[in-house]
């Protein structure tokens, strides 16, 4: 299958669904058709994870076209040890912490809880109600909990990101989880 683009009344055929090779290939060398493949079947997932960073639309939007940016200037630097989806995650999710971090300020909290497990499959909850919770919280809990119990990273990972120590990063994740649980009591 394919599809046709028609440009300057010249029309052009590219397949509906290049390999990641070929893609990555065709976006090295400018292509823009596949430059756009390329964020078609990225953007959507890239922007959840931006928005479930972020908390806030604009903010998220903003993140997701600085990623796009970085992700076509520093291609060339993909070497294919993973996949580009995943590769491209890391670029992205890493330009949504540092505009929220421009935004608030992450502040280290004490330990004493960092390591207590919460049991989250005691409530049966409404998804939407959980999106909105997770909204709610504090931009540092957020993106710890976001990266931790959504996008699925390890505390290491999440304090190299976020430039934070691993207790920090536990002790926001537990501080995140008890926000959580407070508002959805309320629900």
């Not at 990225?42 to 600085?66: K, P, V, W």
């Amino acid at each position: 299958m394919t599809r046709t683009l028609t440009r300057n009344n010249r029309t052009s055929e590219i397949p509906a669904r290049m390999t990641e090779a070929a893609l990555v290939k065709a976006c090295l060398a400018q292509d823009r058709r596949a430059q756009k493949e390329l964020y078609d079947r990225y953007s959507r997932a890239m922007y959840t994870a931006c928005y479930r960073i972020c908390g806030d639309f604009d903010l998220a939007n903003d993140a997701l076209q600085e990623g796009f940016l970085k992700v076509f200037q520093k291609l060339d630097t993909y070497r294919g040890d993973s996949t580009v989806g995943a590769w491209m995650k890391v670029v992205i999710v890493r330009t949504a912490l540092n505009k929220i971090r421009t935004q608030k300020v992450m502040e280290p909290l004490p330990l004493n809880y960092a390591d207590e497990e919460l049991d989250w499959s005691a409530t049966a909850l409404d998804t939407e109600y959980l999106e909105q919770a997770i909204q709610r919280l504090p931009a540092g809990y957020r993106a710890v909990f976001v990266l931790i119990e959504v996008e699925g990273y390890k505390h290491q990972e999440v304090a190299d990101l976020l430039n934070i120590s691993v207790g920090t990063s536990k002790s926001q994740l537990f501080y995140a989880k008890k926000k959580l649980r407070e508002y959805l009591q309320n629900v």
